[in-house]
């Protein structure tokens, strides 16, 4: 199926909410494999066969006008409702997810670390990639970040209409940190214990280094109740 009619079909197959006057988009992301990882990192290796089944993720990342509607006050750094929340922990994403399917009945959730990657990737089309990475929906740097911060919907989305993957902030995905094993794996949900959780995406603060620390591959990790510049997150949700 080519990108446009694989857009159209996941932006019908989405579910919108609002909550108090905010409204965002849960996008629908059909499940199959993949090769996970990338050997250009030794964080990221080695390559390893993955598969996940279908899930629900956020269109962008969380804004901070969304933050604000369930928290009942101003995100961290506030500057205006479209702007991607930073400086939240792990910890912070829980208080959060809490409150919003409380007010809205939902199951929401953090991403997998796989299915974060599987996601960037436009749903595993790797053959779209660069022969070593990419960056999502793109090989050019230019067309996701510029260095400075932005509004989410900035820049080009990816396959799968995602928009703020890599380049915007560093999303916080639900696994503790560890090392991949090569095994193929069934909806992995990385180590179960640690002493921090993974990020993933790149942030804008990363311009120079943007070649390694926001292509899809590439993985960060920090403890879990760390809040720092550059750190957000993304919404999921099981089918």
């Known amino acids: 199926?080519?990108?446009f009619f694989l857009r159209i079909r996941n932006i019908l197959k989405s579910k919108n909410y609002t909550v108090n006057g905010i409204s965002f988009k849960m996008m629908f992301v059909d499940g199959g494999a993949f090769e996970m990882g990338s050997y250009r990192s030794s964080l990221s290796s080695p390559v390893h066969h993955v598969i996940v089944d279908s899930f629900y993720i956020g269109e962008t990342v969380v804004t901070q006008g969304l933050w604000k509607a369930v928290m009942g006050e101003p995100a961290p750094y506030y500057s205006n409702d479209n702007m991607p929340v930073e400086m939240v922990?792990?910890?912070?994403c829980q208080t959060f997810v809490k409150k919003l399917n409380e007010l809205s009945g939902g199951t929401f959730r953090l991403?997998?670390?796989a299915e974060w990657e599987f996601a960037a990737y436009g749903g595993g089309k790797r053959s779209r990639s660069h022969i070593y990475d990419r960056y999502s929906g793109t090989n050019d740097?230019?067309?996701i970040m510029t260095g400075e911060k932005?509004?989410?919907k900035?820049?080009?989305?990816n396959?799968?209409?995602?928009?703020?993957?890599n380049g915007c902030v560093w999303q916080w995905v639900n696994d503790?940190?560890?090392e991949f094993s090569g095994e193929t794996q069934t909806n992995p949900k990385g180590p179960e214990s640690g002493s921090a959780r993974v990020t993933r995406g790149g942030c804008y603060g990363n311009a120079e280094l943007a070649s390694v620390l926001c292509t899809v591959s590439s993985r960060n990790h920090y403890p879990q109740d760390s809040g720092v510049p550059g750190l957000g997150f993304r919404l999921a949700m099981s089918v």
């Open 1 to 3: 199926m080519n990108t």
């Open 89 to 92: 922990s792990w910890n912070n």
């Open 111 to 113: 991403p997998t670390e």
């Open 141 to 143: 740097v230019g067309k």
């Open 150 to 152: 932005c509004e989410v």
């Open 154 to 157: 900035h820049f080009i989305p």
């Open 159 to 165: 396959e799968l209409g995602l928009y703020d993957m």
């Open 176 to 178: 503790y940190y560890g």
